[in-house]
């Protein structure tokens, strides 16, 4: 059974910054594509970053350049490095792993809540 534990979440002020992590239990997790996803109150979830195991990286046109996924595989761990936060990046942050074919997601995190407010 594969669990993905998110940690790393807040609040902090516009213009601020945070690293979420989230650490995965299970083999082979160098194999998998990792990303991390997103959900405002009253929106819809959204892609917010992925990483493939090749270490190639996509994010949401709303935070290339500020934000940064990055991945540790012998920590198991993926990492969204936030910065220059604003208002609207304030969400329930959820971390995901595809299936091997990375077609679609097989394992969601719990969710960790970042909140960007003075």
């Known amino acids: 059974q594969v669990q993905l534990v998110e940690s790393g979440g807040g609040l902090v002020q516009p213009g601020g910054s945070l690293r979420l992590s989230c650490a995965a239990s299970g083999i082979l997790f160098r194999r998998y594509a990792m990303g991390w996803y997103r959900q405002a109150p009253g929106k819809q979830r959204e892609l917010v970053a992925e990483?493939?195991?090749?270490?190639?990286?996509n994010y949401a046109d709303s935070v290339k350049g500020r934000f940064t996924i990055s991945r540790d595989n012998a920590k198991k761990t993926v990492y969204l490095q936030m910065n220059s936060l604003k208002p609207e990046d304030t969400a329930v942050y959820y971390c995901t792993r595809k299936d091997l074919s990375s077609t679609s997601i097989d394992y969601w995190g719990q969710g960790t809540q970042v909140t960007v407010s003075s």
């Open positions: 990483i493939t195991s090749g270490g190639s990286t």
